[in-house]
């Protein structure tokens, strides 16, 4: 059981790239965080530098209020699970497992019963005397987990590891980390570029970019209020619709000529983003009324994306230059060509100022005309 | 691959047929000579079958001094047996750690290393003789195992092959085995040596047959009897000045120093083809 805390902890190497910009981070006991962020943004090397296999360049790295930066990574008590398993390919599953347990001098006795109790957890009781060679995909990575397990460490870390596998294996792998996690109750920090695998799997969710942390918190928090558009454009599937807005007074002009209102409190003429997600456009049907607390938006579809339960739209709005995105049910009759009236709701709209940073907006309702 | 042509199939076996016959030939006549009383092969044309006095030839050779050499052909072997040893054992000691140090290490200069054993390749032992003989004289190794071997033990077309193989072996092998609390001792010993199992069995077949077969160096540095090598008393076996050469010694001789190398690769010929074409991953 451990806490694990990152104090301004910054990774800069010998050629002068600075990976990591100072990375602030409190994980609980017993805590699963996701890192995510797109590729490049030193999550790996931030999951490394905790491993111990990148060197700290400042900052204080401590598990359980000990200072770990100057340790070995087996002296640090964490076990990590790598993308492409890492397993010895000498060494039979019974041997993957116990090597680490062998090599810190735990008794023979103890090491089978250890990775006899792991393998049980993990169902690879028939596989112990197999070679990694003649293990399945799914099952070198329960190997790698188990390996991981059975040591028992304070912190487990995770490195993409399910990016090695096919859909419907990640899916049932993905259960069965939360699965076990929730279970050992092991503080773990997961590094991921998949975010719907980071939303799922995540008590707390950090996303990363270009060596910062953007927001920290958990999946639905950075879902509902994102903080920088960054982190708006990189949680949720498909991502974000992003429209230039300008401030008039107390209401918004849309690229089309339209306006919302929304109270920024800023002068007007700024210019500002506003974000809008697919599933919040919501599609009328002819003779829906509209109030007045939102904006109807006209849209030409130009391409349909049938998914089954949901269709994705691809719909041309006068003023926009991309294609503005809409999540419709799967009936919904919307043809190529067609125009689809788009609702936008103030309540489901996120501002972003000229430094992407997240603006709290107050959307007059109707009925009373105050500010909410 | 394989053509559904029986004429080619037949064509291609009849060609390694003489391909064979031809690399065989020799050393049977070898063989036949070696059976052979030495009046017999004066007065006749070389032999093709076997003759009656082999067991005879051999049994002399194998317990008294051969003429001209002081010394039984059993020392020669025993002799030539320490040196290909040596050789093919301290080349692969050698060239695994510094293999090792170049890959898994990062040093100051690590490159340049590389390199200044790379370019060695180019400097084999003919090359180098006489530095080579000096400074073996100084240290008073003429004469001697030590040196026989020293001078020949490192290879960089060892390192060169070992390092190859070593930059396959993925970066998050290392992590893993430093997760697992395995420090450089323990990961050469419980990873990379069993991983490299067949590199090194390769190696070993064709250091052994390099060092067995050495002839400039080990004739220039024994004048003492006790070290000479058998490959260099062959050549020792022809000179015998107005005398006849006593062909059937020779060729008995002969025999018996292909014995060695012969069993090295009939042993490990699986490991070593292994070795060469695959890498196990």
Redesign the interface.
């Known amino acids: 059981m451990a806490t694990l805390q990152l104090s301004a902890l910054q990774k800069r190497y010998a050629n002068g790239f600075v990976a990591l910009h100072g990375v602030d981070l409190a994980v609980e006991d017993g805590e699963l965080i996701v890192i995510v962020g797109p590729s490049g943004c030193g999550k790996s090397t931030l999951l490394r530098t905790l491993?111990?296999?990148e060197s700290i360049t400042s900052g204080e790295l401590t598990i359980n209020e000990r200072r770990v930066n100057e340790l070995?990574?087996?002296e640090r008590d964490?076990?990590?699970v790598?993308?492409?398993y890492?397993?010895?390919?000498?060494m039979s599953v019974f041997d993957n497992m116990a090597?680490?347990l062998k090599?810190?001098g735990v008794p023979k006795d103890d090491i089978r019963r250890r990775v006899n109790a792991t393998a049980e957890l993990l169902d690879l009781g028939a596989l112990l005397d197999r070679r990694p060679r003649q293990l399945s995909g799914g099952q070198r990575q329960r190997v790698a987990m188990g390996?991981a397990i059975v040591r028992e460490p304070q912190v487990f870390l995770f490195d993409e590891p399910l990016s090695n596998l096919d859909a419907k294996l990640r899916v049932q792998m993905r259960l069965e980390i939360r699965r076990l996690q929730k279970r050992l109750k092991v503080t773990s920090v997961y590094v991921t570029h998949d975010q719907t695998e980071a939303m799922t799997l995540a008590d707390r969710l950090v996303v990363m970019n270009a060596g910062r942390v953007e927001q920290c918190g958990t999946p639905m928090a950075l879902y509902e209020r994102p903080a920088t558009r960054f982190v708006a454009g990189f949680i949720g599937s498909p991502a974000m619709n992003f429209l230039p807005v300008t401030v008039h007074g107390e209401r918004l002009r849309l690229p089309d000529g339209g306006e919302l209102a929304l109270a920024t409190g800023l002068e007007s003429g700024s210019e500002l983003t506003l974000g809008v997600r697919p599933e919040h456009l919501v599609a009328l049907d002819e003779g829906d009324a509209t109030t007045d607390a939102g904006a109807v938006i006209r849209a030409t579809v130009e391409m349909i994306e049938p998914l089954g339960a949901d269709t994705l739209a691809y719909a041309r709005m006068e003023g926009l230059d991309e294609l503005l995105v809409v999540r419709l049910h799967g009936e919904h009759a919307a043809g190529e060509g067609s125009v689809l009236r788009l609702w936008l709701s103030p309540e489901r709209c996120h501002l972003f100022g000229d430094d992407d940073r997240r603006i709290e907006a107050h959307h007059a309702t109707p009925v009373t005309g105050a500010r909410g | 691959m394989r053509y559904q042509r029986p004429g080619l199939d037949l064509a291609s076996h009849l060609l390694l047929a003489v391909g064979c016959g031809l690399f065989f030939l020799p050393v049977w006549l070898a063989f036949t000579a070696s059976t052979h009383s030495m009046s017999d092969l004066y007065a006749n044309v070389a032999p093709l079958w076997v003759g009656d006095a082999g067991l005879s030839n051999y049994a002399r050779l194998i317990h008294d001094p051969v003429g001209g050499l002081g010394t039984d052909v059993l020392r020669l072997l025993a002799n030539s047996m320490v040196m290909a040893l040596g050789i093919a054992v301290g080349k692969i000691a050698i060239s695994l750690l510094a293999a090792y140090a170049i890959v898994f290490f990062r040093f100051p200069l690590r490159r340049l290393c590389f390199w200044l054993i790379f370019i060695t390749l180019m400097l084999p032992v003919e090359v180098r003789i006489l530095p080579t003989y000096e400074v073996v004289a100084d240290l008073h190794l003429l004469d001697s195992y030590p040196g026989l071997i020293l001078p020949l033990i490192a290879s960089a077309t060892a390192t060169f092959l070992l390092r190859q193989f070593y930059l396959t072996i993925?970066p998050?092998?290392v992590?893993?085995?430093?997760?697992?609390?395995?420090g450089p001792w323990?990961f050469l010993r419980?990873?990379l040596l069993?991983?490299s199992k067949t590199n090194i069995a390769a190696l070993f077949v064709i250091m052994f047959i390099y060092g067995w077969n050495q002839y400039l160096w080990p004739l220039l540095i024994t004048t003492n009897a006790d070290y000479l090598t058998v490959v260099v008393s062959l050549k020792r076996l022809l000179t015998t000045g107005d005398a006849l050469v006593p062909w059937q010694d020779v060729t008995a001789t002969a025999m018996l120093a292909m014995g060695p190398p012969v069993l090295v690769i009939l042993l490990m010929q699986r490991y070593f083809v292994k070795g060469l074409v695959e890498t196990?991953?």
């Not at chain 1, 890492?86 to 000498?90: E, F, G, K, Q, T």
């Not at chain 2, 992590?175 to 395995?182: L, N, P, T, V």
Request: proline share 10%; charged share 30%; glycine share 8%.
């Open positions: 491993a111990g296999l070995e990574p087996a964490i076990a990590m790598f993308q492409n890492a397993l010895y390919p000498h090597y680490g090599n810190r390996r | 993925p998050e092998l992590e893993a085995a430093r997760i697992d609390g395995a323990r419980d990873i069993p991983l196990e991953k």
